[in-house]
């Protein structure tokens, strides 16, 4: 096949969008892949639609070879099943709700386990239909509250999800590596690099879950992982609990006055100075820092939390989210301290009058270093005052643990396999043992061996098929413009026909028969009155891997051939054209 | 590729499902092809997935060859556009509405001409660019007030549509023609049976239009054709207009007291009795038969109106739909008369006090065979009372024509090609010459050959990829189950193994890697506790056109072999199987 650019719907563009934020944003905008129609809404146009075509294709047949079957499910979904399951109301702002001309509420589906759920329940009743997976390619829909980076956060996109059904938890296991080994043969072959690391299962439930993300500078997942294979999402890191010490034997509390001691920092110094404790020196992670929080709770009741946390330590607040979900989490501010008044003296908050049980009734919740037999340094609740030496299991307690501290390259891998270093990435694929928390809501149950109803458990598995093209085209490009990987360029090779000597152009055709014999996809610049400059700029701009240039020296049967993705280029006589290519 | 029952995803039923009105609908649940999730909403299960993957590239195939373009256009869409075209108050509650979290107004596409003229607008500025035709094969949403009829009008469904971009009304001729001669190519490769009809364009607008109709019983338009030729939806059906009569010498109108008449016949032999006229006796087709319609125009507003229509005649109250689009039509109800009092005595209104200009100020439109010089039998606005001999153009007027009589077999087509017959139809195709009030409407132009801004003229062309699948259930079954074309067949030959001996499945086995060598795609019932009648019922229910039996008489290396469509069932030696598979 051979498609014109005369006759292509293709406009391409020397500048970047004023919205793109993103390289893959700008360059695929500007190369005439996709249009935006709304924020987070795309049209693609015909050379994205073939890029997509190719990755769909590619995700397909890894999905049919493990076993998988294609079906799909309807976009516009009753309210009902997510009712049932609670996300109804747990996706909050970020699902797009309406109603039928009936009144009836309909959402547009963020993913689609309930449905899956429901279908095997509609279909199969008995433990001889399990296991079975069933996937679809599929538009999802979120209602971003941010919609930006193009492509790589849209508010309508496409995804392949993949949901598995079976009886018993080593089958579920079964399923989970069936799909997670096919993720990664789809990946290698889309020449994706991705590091799978452990993933909080958040609003999703379910016992483990884990990620693909694709390393990145624009990602919006930071990740961890130490030398020794230890890799998770910092919103999955575990902090490993330290030994609790014996209290008994420990020096009593010290009061401290602390007046002109405004950070971390001063306050160690003059703790240091004035009240020393025998053995090592205070340090900032002796001291203990307690961050007020405001929980907004799913039936809309606000909770203020005070999480107490090493000094030396932050909040990160995604962390936070998933430690206190599905409540949304944020800074406290002046409305939540004032209902509670006299509790809270700013820089001087002790645990002391925290806790459920304590007289103020507040929450009080510690980073999982705060172990029994602690010593602490921290507030004494009253201006320019702190203590020292404040015991944790003596002088104070805690309501419970709360995951909220920021992790750090440095800190130690849970798994002992040593430490951490930092990166950011973008999830690309997520895979979860679900387990039966939506057959459970559901009621999807089979009989078993024995007769008797058995609840199924399920895992999901998701791929972001738009998503995926936008972090091909940030992978592969350079100033000019895209580098199409082979397997999803939109065409094989583009031959460009330069000047106004017709030679140029008969000896296109010739070539372009010649590729098309061997069965390539080849874009041909046939456009008569533009200018050699722009038909060379935009081979660059549109990333085919193969250009093969016909201009000056066509007359004597040489053409040049660029490699696109290594950037070399070289003039090629044109009886050795077809190697040549065949060579890229 | 074989795939094997024990494995796919299907549950065949033996019952129809009690929602289900028409054949494709209760076969394609009862096949396991879809499944309904909720009112006109439909899950693709694997068979289902594959026979509209089929059809897709059929229209995608031909779509190419006629030089469209493929693109695809989001679902979900902002308010605006729809806002400048008028149609997102014209669709009425046909449009699935709702808001983003930041309130903006958004629609489900419902049909897209709006973002594929803006699309064209964003990429294109010259003549030069100039034509282009673009498709998508895209999910579509209308809120259908009763959705039934399965996939035959549901309200999440698959259309492949596609705009035509030109300068000229003739250029419009030409891309239009292009798209209808693709259509007759789609249509003849499935093997569906299609009329092309003149449509009425309705809401979309613009000025020529024709449906591909199939004809069948369950279809939801009615058409009419003749012999010569003509063939129009009823709704697009323009009645010949008789030439006017002279109206000097013409008999004064005489009152008819008419108590008694409680029908037209009634009154017809009453006036014959009673009032006779020269020449001919009167007859139901000269009595004028008044019927009060209330409109609901767009901006709220109620108005009532009087039709008047020969006697012999009634309101088919879709074409007057499209008579007075957009407002919409129904008959009058009490508190319409109750809002002109003293105008309309029931049972013998006449057009004597209506119009416009007269004191009741109601509107008064005529059927178009209500010429000037025509003579009537009609109501004297008196209980109890008619009147013989009123002559159009002397004794009464109207406002205007209106095409609201029902279309007969026998009623003449207008293009003097004979006496029509009626027959019912299901859309599966429409082709629009939009011209150009969505470019107006949009600012749609370029720059014509003198730099002057031109606006551009659309053609709009729609096939419903579902509800083809559909009547090709509808058109393609017997008794038994489904009995599909080859070309859009889920797989091309079914192998079913039964009984107990080994002998049979081993045979079977052979038998599918023989045909796998001749790459038929094969679905294996190869489930083991089945018994072979419901093997075998299934293998009907399923409607592949080829099916195999490895059973009886296995051993002897013979088979049996069906032509599903046919229904023709032969013993066939295996030796000689591809052959006789090749010949169906």
Request: aromatic fraction near 8%.
């Amino acid at each position: 096949m051979v498609t014109r650019l005369s006759h292509l719907f293709l406009r391409t563009l020397r500048d970047d969008p004023s919205d793109a934020e993103v390289t893959s944003h700008k360059l695929l905008v500007r190369a005439g892949y996709v249009r935006r129609q709304s924020p987070g809404i795309f049209a693609w146009l015909p050379l994205g639609l073939r890029v997509r075509h190719k990755i769909e294709d590619i995700i397909r047949e890894e999905m049919v070879a493990a076993g998988a079957q294609e079906v799909l499910l309807p976009a516009l979904l009753p309210r009902e099943p997510y009712e049932a399951t609670n996300r109804w109301t747990e996706y909050g702002d970020g699902m797009f709700r309406l109603q039928d001309r009936k009144g009836s509420d309909y959402l547009l589906a963020p993913t689609h386990e309930e449905m899956f759920a429901l279908l095997v329940k509609d279909l199969y009743g008995s433990y001889k239909d399990l296991p079975v997976t069933l996937f679809q390619i599929q538009d999802k829909y979120r209602d971003e509250a941010r919609p930006r980076a193009g492509l790589l956060r849209g508010r309508e996109f496409t995804m392949k999800d993949a949901y598995s059904f079976d009886l018993t938890d080593e089958g579920l296991e079964r399923s989970y590596q069936v799909m997670r080994d096919a993720y990664e043969r789809i990946f290698a072959r889309l020449g994706l690099e991705y590091v799978i690391v452990k993933a909080d299962a958040g609003a999703m439930g379910g016992s483990k879950s884990e990620e693909f993300l694709h390393p990145i500078g624009v990602g919006e997942d930071t990740f961890v992982r130490s030398a020794g294979g230890y890799a998770a999402n910092v919103e999955a890191y575990v902090t490993p609990v330290p030994d609790a010490l014996p209290i008994d034997g420990q020096p009593e509390p010290v009061t401290l006055p602390s007046a002109d001691t405004p950070t971390i920092d001063t306050l160690v110094a003059h703790a240091n100075a004035v009240a020393p404790r025998d053995g090592a020196p205070w340090t900032a992670a002796d001291t203990l820092k307690n961050v007020v929080l405001a929980l907004t709770h799913l039936d809309g009741t606000r909770e203020v939390v005070v999480v107490g946390l090493p000094g030396d330590r932050e909040v990160d607040l995604k962390r936070a989210e998933v430690a206190f979900a599905p409540a949304e989490v944020e800074a406290a501010g002046d409305d939540d301290f004032k209902r509670h008044p006299g509790v809270f003296v700013k820089g001087y908050i002790g645990p002391q009058v925290l806790g459920a049980e304590s007289d103020s009734g507040i929450r009080y919740l510690v980073d999982p270093r705060v172990v029994e037999g602690t010593a602490w340094v921290t507030g004494a609740n009253e201006r320019g005052v702190h203590v020292t030496g404040l015991v944790m299991g003596r002088d104070f307690t805690a309501d419970g643990v709360a995951e909220v501290s920021d992790v750090r390259a440095g800190d130690p891998a849970p798994d002992g396999s040593g430490p951490l270093e930092t990166a950011r990435g973008m999830e690309i694929g997520h895979v979860f043992q679900l387990g039966r928390k939506y057959a459970e809501a559901l009621d999807l149950k089979v009989q078993d061996e024995n007769g008797k109803l058995a609840t199924v458990t399920m895992g999901s598995y998701g791929i972001g098929v738009t998503r995926i093209l936008a972090i091909l085209a940030e992978a592969h490009n350079d100033d000019k413009g895209l580098a199409w990987p082979k397997e999803v360029a939109p065409f094989d090779v583009h031959v460009v026909a330069t000047g106004k000597d017709q030679v140029a152009y008969d000896l296109a055709t010739t070539l372009i028969d010649t590729l098309e014999g061997e069965r390539y996809d080849v874009v041909y610049d046939d456009r008569p009155k533009v200018s050699p400059g722009v038909k060379l700029r935009d081979a660059e701009l549109l990333g085919v891997p193969v250009v093969v240039v016909a201009g000056r020296n066509a007359a004597d049967g040489v053409v040049e051939l660029w490699d696109r993705r290594s950037g070399e280029r070289r003039d090629v006589p044109v009886a050795e054209l077809l190697e040549a290519v065949r060579a890229i």
